[in-house]
């Protein structure tokens, strides 16, 4: 325990840590590697959840880059506190675990890390690293329930959205709900092209830009992520659109090939380019939000 909270800039003893905790850190990969894996060939391999491994990967970047702040804030917690936390997670990673709700297993993972953290660091590390915590529960998968609620008034935009312009230059497609109709075929606007997997994608990677890079003027960082919603949206209608001509000029196999998989990674990455874009477009203005401070 010293060797957490020591004050200063030491760096950590891993081997005598190990050895002092072993019993902890045993526990901890027999929690992190069966629900790691499970994401891997689930959630994480589907457009829905590719952003999860960035997202674990640059989460734990941005606590290990502040581990000299977390050393010197570093005093252990309430224990009874800690267990009450550790049995919640203990019982609900349990849960998730045998009845297969993925969601329910990740955030028990996290909520278990989060005990241990609070119970060898205490409160004011947990504060401190307020961002990370809040940045790694990006990792836990949307239940598909509240995927599809979510996504329906979406699709409804995408959909009338492209409709309209597309009917403007003089392409035979027509709208009923969220199916798409152009000339013989009709297009289903799925939960992938609605933008809600790309905002939630571009949120947590935008979030991240915003923290790392923008992090002192909080009212600029704030425009940044709005703009997130319309950019996705955007974005989606662009490969909508896409791949209602792909189909009227090439057919449904062509399009609902490769090319809408490879249409998705183009889109994603389109849109995060031009968060990019737009940060360095609006230069100006957040300059005189920082004079305005």
């Known amino acids: 325990m010293a060797t957490i909270a020591d004050h200063g800039r030491r760096t950590i003893d891993w081997p005598r840590l190990l050895s002092v905790h072993a019993l902890l850190f045993v526990g901890a990969t027999a929690l992190f590697l069966p629900t790691i894996a499970s994401l891997g060939v ?21 606590i290990v880059r502040r581990s000299a702040e977390i050393r010197a804030a570093a005093q252990p917690g309430s224990l009874g506190i800690a267990v ?13 675990r045998a009845f297969d709700f993925i969601s329910v297993e990740v955030a028990s993972m996290l909520l278990a890390y989060g ?25 836990i998968p949307i239940p598909g329930s509240v995927l599809d609620t979510a996504t329906q ?9 492209v409709t309209s312009v597309l009917g403007s230059f003089g392409y035979p497609v027509a709208r009923v709900g969220v199916t798409i109709y152009v000339a013989q075929y009709q297009l289903l606007v799925e939960d992938a092209c609605a933008g809600l997997n790309s905002l ?19 009212r600029y960082s704030v425009l940044l992520l ?20 792909l189909t009227y000029y090439f057919g449904d196999a062509v399009a609902q090939g490769f090319l809408h998989k490879f249409a998705g990674m183009v889109t994603f990455t389109s849109a995060l380019l031009f968060i990019f874009l737009i940060d360095a477009l609006l230069s100006p203005v957040r300059t005189w939000l920082e004079k305005a401070r």
């Open 200 to 218: 939630i994608s571009l949120t947590a990677i935008g979030l991240f830009y915003v923290y790392v890079m923008r992090n002192t003027n909080w």
């Open 153 to 161: 008034p979406l699709k409804a935009i995408v959909s009338q959205s």
């Open 42 to 62: 689930g959630p994480w391999s589907t457009e829905a959840g590719v952003h999860g491994p960035l997202v674990l990967a640059t989460g734990i970047w941005l």
């Open 84 to 96: 009450a936390a550790m049995a919640v997670a203990v019982i609900g990673y349990t849960f998730g």
């Open 226 to 245: 709005i703009l997130v919603l319309p950019i996705a949206i955007l974005a989606n209608c662009i490969r909508v659109a896409a791949l209602v001509l």
């Open 115 to 139: 005990a241990v953290a609070y119970s060898f660091l205490g409160a004011a590390v947990l504060r401190l690293m307020w961002f990370p915590i809040v940045y790694l529960a990006f990792m």
